[in-house]
């Protein structure tokens, strides 16, 4: 799906993108789509696809912190967090929940609940390798 079939496309940054974008391919089974680089090798814009859409990330700039290490001296950004809550996040729709959820497990990633079922889908919360939450659904059927 090209991002401008989407609507609205989600647009992270990550201290370090290249490990992102290696991370949520193998944890979340996204594929990159494209990559490109400055002239320091420093990812200034990525796209991958997901099941139903695209998602956008980069490295801004070497000052950017990202949600894990905010955590780490503010207060504020560690107490709000302790929600399992998505909190400035990313729903993305999967096609199987279930199976989804347990590569996630399998791969080790910090997750935030089990499956739950709700009037919407069945639904579980993870946060990737920077501290991006991430809300993945199975929608029920119509």
């Known amino acids: 799906m090209a991002a ?17 974008l290696s ?11 494209q990559r490109l680089v400055d002239g320091q090798d420093r ?6 696809s997901t099941p139903h859409g695209v ?8 000052a950017y912190v990202s949600p894990q290490h905010h ?5 504020i950004a560690r ?8 909190i400035d996040g990313v729903l993305v729709y999967v096609d199987d929940v279930q199976s989804h959820y347990e590569h996630t497990v399998n791969m080790r990633a910090a997750t935030l609940s089990t499956i739950e079922e709700s009037p919407f ?13 991430w809300m993945f659904m199975q929608a029920v059927d119509d």
């Open 4 to 20: 401008m079939e989407q609507g609205v496309v989600p647009m992270l940054s990550y201290e370090d993108a290249a490990a992102a």
């Open 23 to 33: 991370w949520l391919s193998d944890v979340f089974g996204f594929v990159e789509t």
């Open 43 to 48: 990812v200034i814009h990525a796209q991958m």
């Open 55 to 62: 998602v956008m990330l980069a490295s801004p700039s070497p």
């Open 71 to 75: 955590r780490e001296y503010c207060e």
């Open 79 to 86: 107490t709000s967090s302790e929600v399992p809550w998505v």
């Open 121 to 133: 889908g069945r639904l579980y919360r993870t946060e990737d390798l920077e501290g991006h939450r």
